[in-house]
């Protein structure tokens, strides 16, 4: 059994930067890979980044390529988002999960966080 908490959400204004965390529990965290997905009032969750095992493989969703990073320290069990020249369009609440299987559909991930609340103001 793996749990997920994200943090590090907030306000902030167009332009600026947020960095968030997820810290997971359970000595597997390093076999799964890893995910953070978004859902904006009113629209479908959407996948945003995908980092593998190891670290060494990485995807990025076109609306963010450029502006976000994914990373993870296995040793710490955390992985984290780091978020710049952030846009309106981001508002969301951000999840991060994990699985076996990963991938950039929503059901190759097993355990997910409880969300954290991202507003972006023009």
Do not use: H
Request: contains cysteine.
């Amino acid at each position: 059994q793996v749990q997920l908490v994200e943090s590090g959400g907030g306000l902030v204004q167009a332009g600026g930067s947020l960095r968030l965390s997820c810290a997971a529990s359970g000595r597997t965290f390093s076999t799964y890979a890893m995910g953070w997905f978004r859902q904006a009032p009113g629209k479908d969750r959407e996948l945003v980044t995908i980092i593998n095992w190891s670290g060494s493989r990485t995807y990025y969703a076109d609306s963010v390529k450029g502006r976000f990073t994914i990373s993870r320290d296995n040793v710490k069990n955390m992985g984290y988002l780091q978020m710049n020249s952030l846009k309106p369009e981001d508002t969301a609440v951000y999840y991060c999960a994990v699985g076996r299987t990963g991938g950039i559909m929503a059901s190759g991930y097993d355990y997910w966080g409880q969300g954290t609340q991202v507003t972006v103001s023009s």
